[in-house]
């Protein structure tokens, strides 16, 4: 089975960065796409990036530029990069796992963080 905590999430002013960190447990990380997705409130969970197993990420057209993911296989941790942030970014932030092949599509992710809230004030 496999934990995912996430941490790093609050509030920041428009224009501003969050980092967030999830920390895998369970198995072997370096199986495993990792992903991130955001969730506001009576919206889909929506898709932000991806990272693979050989560390080549992709992200969604919104966040390309702003968002960066990384990966540090030996602390078993996942990293979401947000700069340049705007309102609109305010959301629940969630990190997923995923074995075999990468996917965009949130239903596809096995495993899921717990979430962390992150505001963007104007």
């Known amino acids: 089975q496999v934990q995912l905590v996430e941490s790093g999430g609050g509030l920041v002013q428009a224009g501003g960065s969050l980092r967030l960190s999830c920390a895998f447990s369970?198995?072997?990380?370096?199986?495993?796409?990792m992903g991130w997705f955001r969730q506001v409130p009576g919206k889909e969970r929506e898709f932000v990036g991806y990272i693979t197993r050989l560390d080549d990420a992709y992200y969604a057209e919104s966040v390309k530029g702003r968002f960066t993911i990384s990966r540090d296989n030996t602390k078993k941790t996942v990293y979401l990069q947000m700069n340049s942030l705007k309102p609109e970014n305010t959301a629940d932030y969630y990190c997923?796992?995923?074995?075999?092949?990468?996917?965009?599509?949130?239903?596809?992710?096995?495993?899921w963080g717990q979430g962390t809230q992150d505001t963007v004030s104007s």
């Open positions: 997923a796992a995923k074995s075999q092949y990468d996917s965009i599509r949130y239903p596809e992710y096995e495993y």
């Open positions: 369970g198995r072997t990380f370096g199986l495993y796409s």
